[in-house]
Nanobody
């Protein structure tokens, strides 16, 4: 059973930075995908970063490209989302999510959100102008 626990949210002013953490237990990095999603009030859920463990690469939504960075901790069971140059429109609840379906050829990047069946409880990020 995969369990995900996020932390690190908070309130910052525009231009500031936050680092979100996601402790992932029970996740098999050789056959699955990890992603960070966010949902702002009244908005649709948005996937902001998709990590493909097999090649170690991450793809980002255009809205955060160049400002957000996904990384893994040394122990590999914790992943992070470093968020720099934050904007008020980044205000949202942020979720770490895992998909355990297998695939090949960078499939994580095109995997539909409905495949992400494991979710953390979320952590709130609020950016003031």
């Amino acid at each position: 059973q995969v369990q995900l626990v996020e932390s690190g949210g908070g309130s910052v002013q525009a231009g500031g930075s936050l680092r979100l953490s996601c402790a992932a237990s029970g996740f098999t990095y050789s056959s699955g995908c990890l992603a960070w999603f966010r949902r702002a009030p009244g908005e649709e859920r948005e996937r902001v970063a998709t990590f493909y463990p097999r090649d170690g690469n991450t793809r980002y939504a255009d809205s955060v490209e160049g400002r957000f960075t996904f990384s893994q901790g040394d122990a590999k069971n914790t992943v992070y989302l470093q968020m720099n140059s934050l904007k008020p429109e980044d205000t949202a609840m942020y979720y770490c999510a895992a998909a355990t379906v297998g695939g090949s050829g960078g499939y994580c990047y095109t995997l539909g959100a409905h495949w992400y069946i494991y979710w953390g409880q979320g952590t709130q990020v609020t950016v003031s102008s």
